[in-house]
């Protein structure tokens, strides 16, 4: 959502259709790779594992497309949902239509609302400089996912405000 919102900020004359189709397409592919990583990974498992995941695998079957969707379509790590998935041997397809449906919801979402912004900022600002802001913001977010504990920010966080409370 991030890079296709900056994307449409950068270049506010792309259609922001074209641009969260052509960035859910790329997550998606990036994603098939985990999930073939893991489908033929299942190969070295033994018979009785094998199984067990069969047995998990219809299980399972109804719920999987919503869950695939889900993760595509929000923040949390896909990788718990893919990876068993593709150890089950799960539809390619299915597996396909369900990702990339999820990723194409957020994606094209994002980059309407970085067209919006851009427009927003653009009257402000001016051209330039909105394309070195947003250059600035997507690396600072990007740093700040990467580099940033949230779970301990946040612990901490909660133990400031509790302590307060006393």
Request: charged fraction near 15%; hydrophobic fraction near 55%; aromatic fraction near 10%.
């Amino acid at each position: 959502m991030v890079i296709a919102g900056a994307i449409a900020c950068i270049f506010p004359s792309l259609d922001p259709i074209g641009i969260g189709v052509g960035v859910a397409l790329g997550a998606t592919t990036a994603k098939i790779i985990h999930y073939y990583v893991a489908f033929f990974a299942s190969r070295v498992l033994s018979n009785s594992r094998r199984e067990m995941l069969q047995r998990y695998g219809k299980r399972i079957q109804k719920w999987a497309m919503a869950a695939v969707f889900v993760s595509a379509a929000t923040p949390i790590p896909d990788e718990p949902v893919v990876v068993p998935l593709g150890l089950m041997r799960y539809s390619f397809l299915r597996f396909f239509i369900a990702y990339l449906a999820g990723k194409l919801a957020i994606t094209i979402s994002g980059a309407y609302l970085g067209g919006r912004v851009a427009l927003s900022l653009g009257n402000l600002l001016g051209t330039p400089l909105l394309i070195g802001l947003t250059a600035i913001l997507t690396v600072a977010i990007t740093i700040a996912m990467v580099k940033v504990d949230f779970e301990r920010w946040l612990a901490r966080l909660k133990h400031l405000f509790s302590k307060g409370n006393e």
